[in-house]
């Protein structure tokens, strides 16, 4: 791998300090939906490195009232930033998925699903191809989420090609600047009441 190249993706994954308090305040300036009455059961499911993901599956989960599952890997990536991509990239050209931690969600049991993680090497992160590969979600409404730092690329066109059986809607793609600048409330408002109404499949 060239120096370019990795440094283009070592700023791309750069983690703002201020990642950690947005996922204390954001839920808060995000209008909240009432689905008790509707009998929505929703699932958001999500990896995480460096927060990002983390800070707007939290929001969500609690604007949506939805259960929140972290995708955890069975041995998880090195904190060094250059292992980390250097390991992520050949994961990716190879097809050798990292393991996940503990039994995944049956999505059975479950109306809607939302899935989040970070944009890297242009697509899906590793570990959220592999929870993709491993479910099977029997024709249930399926929403992606992630967390980008120069374009979110791919992204979407790859998740609806390996989300099995599933109705894919809309996704949401925010920048790691406006989710570190808590300038993200209003695209998180708006993509919940798309997926809300149930609008979709997406077309691609």
Do not use: C
Request: net charge positive; charged share 20%.
């Amino acid at each position: 791998m060239d120096k370019g190249s990795l440094e283009k993706e070592r700023r791309r994954m750069q983690l703002s300090r201020r990642t950690v308090l947005t996922s204390m305040v954001a839920a808060a300036t995000v209008p909240r939906w009432s689905l008790a009455g509707q009998g929505r059961r929703i699932l958001v499911a999500h990896y995480s490195y460096m927060g990002h993901t983390k800070s707007v599956a939290e929001t969500l989960s609690t604007v949506v009232g939805g259960e929140l599952f972290e995708i955890q890997m069975a041995a998880p990536y090195p904190l060094d930033l250059e292992r980390m991509a250097t390991q992520a990239r050949s994961e990716l050209e190879t097809g050798k998925l990292p393991p996940l931690l503990g039994k995944l969600p049956d999505m059975s049991n479950y109306d809607l699903v939302l899935v989040g993680g970070p944009v890297w090497w242009n697509t899906i992160a590793p570990p959220v191809m592999r929870f993709l590969e491993e479910t099977d979600f029997k024709g249930r409404n399926v929403a992606a989420f992630a967390a980008y730092a120069l374009a979110p690329a791919h992204y979407e066109r790859n998740f609806a090609a390996q989300a099995r059986n599933a109705s894919v809607l809309p996704g949401l793609m925010v920048s790691e600047f406006d989710i570190s600048e808590r300038q993200a409330d209003g695209a998180i408002s708006s993509w919940v009441r798309q997926v809300m109404s149930g609008r979709g499949p997406q077309a691609l």
